[in-house]
């Protein structure tokens, strides 16, 4: 009697088995896994390197300022622009972008003076916050630093997630160079009680090398003390005007792709 129960069972799984199965006797074609529908939207890409896409939103082309204002009151950016770049300035304070963005691709160029004095963090020390969530230093940023021959903690050197996560690797340039940043961010989800859901990611490619490898961030950044998270929708981007004592840096070329 347990041998034809045993029988029976065994004869169950394999006919459930089966019906899941593809039939044998019916040969498999190319056809069977291949998708049509939807059909990926056309994107052009820049004619050179670093050059926006036909779907890219221009943050700065080399004109003027229209797509940023200062952090803090939102009034009109007063960064200087020069020779077709963005100039720093020290004495007016960070600026940030006027649209909101949530996940995107990001691309930005930046150059430490050629003439850079001082060391360690006291060396074209700036940032981008890829979600600003205040006025001041607040947000998730990606240092900006010369890190070329120039020893600093490691999680503050360039392409760092400042306070968190060094780079994979040290890929800067001297100072005087144009230096690229792209960016791929993940914006943190969050549950209606403000609580987290799912962490930020960015991956971070320095001058075309991976720096930062799909990071998951532990928080927003804090100069003291652990990182944090606090509940947020969509956010500018933010560019540091840092208050070392170094000559101050120049931006060009940036802009985004939204991703959502």
């Given at each position: 009697m347990k041998k034809q129960m045993l029988y029976a069972c065994s004869l169950m799984v394999v006919v459930a088995g089966g019906a899941n199965s593809q039939d044998a006797s019916v040969p498999a074609k190319p056809e069977d896994t291949e998708q049509w529908q939807p059909v990926p939207v056309t994107v052009t890409p820049g004619e050179k390197g670093g050059a926006a896409p036909s779907d890219a939103i221009v943050?700065?082309?080399?004109?003027?300022?229209d797509q940023w204002v200062m952090?803090?009151?939102?009034?009109?950016?007063?960064?200087?622009?020069?020779?077709?770049?963005?100039?720093?300035?020290?004495?007016?304070?960070?600026?940030?972008?006027?649209?909101?963005?949530?996940?995107?691709?990001?691309?930005?160029?930046y150059k430490i003076p050629a003439n850079i004095a001082g060391e360690g963090q006291a060396r074209g020390n700036s940032g981008v916050f890829l979600a600003s969530t205040g006025p001041?230093?607040?947000?998730?940023?990606?240092?900006?630093?010369?890190?070329?021959?120039?020893?600093?903690?490691?999680?503050?050197?360039?392409?760092?997630?400042?306070?968190?996560?060094p780079p994979l690797v040290n890929a800067s340039g001297k100072p005087g160079l144009w230096q690229t940043y792209d960016v791929v961010w993940t914006a943190p989800v969050f549950h209606a009680d403000g609580t987290l859901e799912t962490p930020a990611y960015v991956t971070v490619f320095h001058n075309g090398v991976l720096v930062q490898n799909h990071f998951s961030l532990a928080g927003?950044?804090?100069?003291?003390?652990?990182?944090?998270?606090?509940?947020?929708?969509r956010a500018a981007i933010k560019l540091q005007s840092h208050h070392d004592p170094s000559a101050p840096i120049s931006f060009r070329n940036i802009w985004v792709r939204d991703l959502n």
């Open positions: 943050l700065f082309d080399g004109r003027n300022l952090a803090g009151d939102h009034s009109p950016a007063r960064w200087r622009v020069e020779h077709g770049e963005m100039v720093v300035d020290k004495a007016v304070g960070n600026i940030e972008t006027k649209r909101l963005f949530k996940n995107y691709q990001m691309h930005l160029e001041a230093d607040q947000g998730y940023e990606v240092q900006i630093l010369d890190s070329f021959e120039n020893k600093t903690y490691v999680n503050g050197q360039a392409a760092s997630i400042y306070k968190q996560s927003e950044t804090l100069y003291i003390g652990k990182p944090v998270y606090k509940k947020y929708d």
